[in-house]
């Protein structure tokens, strides 16, 4: 996912002095953080601080006063409090690999990169959790339990960049959301450091601990407004012994919901348990073969697209059983079933490369995707894709909508390029306004970070966000973590 | 699980007439309720009053302002905004099953009785969910999916009385957490009443939707602190086709542990799912069986007992399978298999009716059992029954320990009858001090109520209980919302 170019992130930054001159402005401030961590540390050149000013679509970026990298827990809480006796925002940061602005700094903010709380606790057989740093990104985090045997229940295409702490932060789903769950599901125990300095820490494994409110469960999805999370027990799953995947050609995104809702039940009477069910269109199909030079995945071109992958036990005749389901699901219009893993992930790249072909796309047109990832009831799903098409291409004609999602959801993730940058926002509010009136909802999988923050009202009652905004104040009454995230 | 006699609370209860005297000085208040739910809903008659003052152990018990029954969740938001208005405490209640005085009401204050928000919503077969009014007890929420092919993923002994609110008031945890975690896990969706009155509503059932704090979730296991759960968004899973249960006997609870920790790749590698573990020991079937009048489980007695439960699909050889996976793993002792329902039930009765028998124990000896409910690393499950019954009996010879438990999760239900009731306190010390010297949790899956709240301070940080009053006082600063729970 992680594919801005760094040069030209650089080359950006090196234009911009108001890191060098806010900090000019708070030696006290930066000496204080520099005795924390130490100056190696704590970085200030705007070409070592570009990489964390700004977010890899290139969309959201802002000046720094310094960027933070602690060690450990013990820094973490220095820092906060230390930008907490100053008045400074804290802005947590861990792969960067967000997409609605909740990562990148405010300007005369210290971005706190977590990427050096990077601890890898053993796989506990018994609780069948393991314990990491916050920073440790997921696909370090699958290959360090595989070893043993396990799996992480939560994946997804930006696992090589993406932290642990992060996917907590925002609760992050991804592709085995219709096994596992979202992150939330996954979370066996959590350490943070919240606003005052202060740590709180359930790390014990303990997989029934009811003592009070679970401020852990509180925190996930709180994108680093209520607190730094520093450390994340995770449960563990026995690996997979076989695995299927099948790439189903559909009539129409209506038509892949229907496929999905005939094949779930035959899949659930017989061997193997579906661990993901992916979707993806025809134009998207084709910038992604445009883009990567991969071939047809069935001979004959369908509208829409269904990817779904079993998994289950050595004895299991998955690749047959998956076949047959899909033999006897109405509305199937071709497929194609892999059990050896080269073939497997052949058919996974059509879904995957989807987010580096559209980002390409919008290099070549010269601004970035709108990226908007939302959700609807299933049933909703092929009408208000229509709708969307319908809505933009009337006030935009040179819009173009890329699509794919995870199907079991609802989960949509809407790319919109050809839209002058000024219609920008008009665009996003015609989108999320069609998606909150078929009842679905405008933040998904995401999270708001600041990108949403206008539109957080079409899915939140007035009663709701006052609840919010009464635990932020209780918790951050200063309103220096992570501020312009969540509220305005 | 409510084995009391009601006609021994009534009995208790008309004794007391300090409801009545609340009540003729709180006229205002009783009127306002009467007016929103309906004088046959208002209930201030003793007699009427005492099912819904004490608890079915007879050890909780308050004298209320009136007991109010309201229809829906607009009449509970009347209720709580007019106990706001007047300063009156708000006490909820479901189903009464608790065992630490959560749900007892204070002197003066209204009990929120949710039995009547008894709606059942069809199972949405699209995103595997059904909507329930909280006070839906569990085995009717079982049997409205069972009629569709589905099953809910929380299963405990109380079901045919605890309620769907009271479940995720206390994050309930019970005998299917091994695959389907605790009620948190099940949670798609919550309609709750804060302390303001005003409603907060997550009922779309959709599966990703992070848009700000995720409220329920802070709500779920506040044990009524912080919001009135009037309608909860359930998951289902498909029924299972076969299920087979085994009966082992076990050298010791240590070597019941070893077992489970033997069995559970065996079976992992097979067909069937290991959904249940429980564990209960030599003297508690004895009492069991001489309570009941059930013969013996196996030839020979064994001093501990593992009690497994594995589901699969149609053709799943469950029983076979479960029965080599017992033949190959080390400690097991003697098993017997069931799977034909009356068989597995059979089997179930023994650990089910554990709390029955000890209840009717503790009324032979003239006091109720000191109920405590507590998690270990399963590693330590064994050392700490022993160093428990170890500190009981030296500090009180008389002392009896029945215990019980759900082994994956390390929960064990402590159950100390002997003890002089004005010792009581002081062993509840001494057992929950052990279990937290151990690294234990004081409350795994029954909640702190009124009962534990002088022990929480063994489970949570200084920082921890300073964040969860800072939330407390936030969302309900007046604190009416079941005050005397969870903190002082």
Redesign the interface.
């Known amino acids: 996912m992680p594919d801005a170019d760094p040069a030209a992130i650089r080359g950006d930054l090196t234009e911009n002095v108001d890191a060098a001159q806010a900090l000019t402005e708070n030696v006290d401030a930066a000496q204080a953080l520099t005795e924390i961590v130490g100056a190696a540390h704590t970085l200030t050149e705007p070409d070592v601080v570009g990489g964390y000013a700004v977010d890899w679509t290139g969309r959201w970026r802002g000046a720094p006063l310094a960027v933070v990298r602690p060690a450990d827990t013990g820094q973490v809480a220095a820092v906060v409090t230390a930008c907490a006796a100053a008045g400074v925002p804290v802005v947590p940061q861990g792969g960067n690999t967000g997409l609605v602005g909740g990562a990148v700094p405010v300007d005369g903010s210290v971005p706190l990169s977590l990427r050096r709380l990077d601890s890898r606790g053993p796989v506990d ?3 069948r959790t393991a314990a990491f740093g916050a920073g440790v990104p997921l696909a370090e985090a699958q290959r360090h339990v595989a070893a043993d045997g396990w799996e992480i229940g939560v994946d997804l295409a930006a696992r090589d960049t993406a932290t642990i702490g992060g996917l907590v932060a ?2 992050a ?1 991804g592709e085995r ?1 219709i096994r596992h ?2 992150t ?2 996954q979370v066996a125990g959590i350490e943070a450091v ?1 606003a005052d300095g ?4 359930r790390m ?12 852990g ?2 925190l ?3 994108e680093g407004t ?1 607190g730094v999370v520093t450390a994340v027990r995770l449960r563990v799953v ?1 690996a997979a ?1 076989r695995r299927a995947v099948a790439l189903v050609g559909c009539g129409s995104v209506a038509g892949a ?1 229907d496929v999905l ?1 005939g094949l779930r ?1 035959r899949l ?4 193997g348990e579906l661990v993901a069910a992916e979707m993806f269109v025809d134009d998207g199909l084709a910038l992604v073969r445009e883009h990567t030079g991969l071939g047809a995945p069935l001979p004959d071109p369908h509208p829409a697209y269904l990817l779904v992958e079993t998994t289950g ?3 299991d005749a998955l690749p047959e059983a998956l076949a047959e389901a899909l033999e006897a699901t109405e509305g199937v219009r071709d497929a194609v079933v892999a059990d050896e893993p080269a073939r497997r992930a052949a058919l996974w790249e059509y879904r995957e490369r989807h987010t580096e072909a559209v980002a390409a796309d919008g290099t070549r047109r010269g601004a970035p995707p709108v990226k908007l990832d939302v ?5 909703s799903l092929g009408p208000v894709v229509d709708d969307v098409r319908g809505v933009l291409s009337s006030a935009y004609p040179d819009a173009v909508l890329y699509l794919w999602g ?1 199907l ?4 949509l993730h809407l790319n919109v390029l050809g839209v002058d940058p000024a219609d920008e926002r008009a665009a996003t509010d015609l989108v999320l306004r069609t998606v909150a009136a078929a ?10 970070g600041r990108a ?1 923050v206008p539109w ?1 009202g079409l ?3 007035p ?6 905004r ?6 951050d009454p200063a309103r220096l973590l992570n501020p312009g995230v ?1 509220f305005d």
């Not at 959700?375 to 049933?379: D, V």
């Open positions: 057989a018994a609780t925002t609760n789903g959301v769950g979202l939330r599901g919240l202060s740590v709180v820490r014990t494994g303990l997989l029934k601990d009811n003592v009070g409110y679970d401020l469960q509180l996930i999805g709180s209520l026995p012994a919901v809702a039940p659930d009477a017989g061997p036990g050595p004895d959700s609807l009831p299933p049933a995870h079991a959801e609802g989960n009842g679905g909802s405008i933040g998904a999988e995401h999270g708001i949403k957080v899915s939140r009652s009663a709701e966000l006052a609840a919010m009464a635990v932020k104040s209780a918790l969540l």
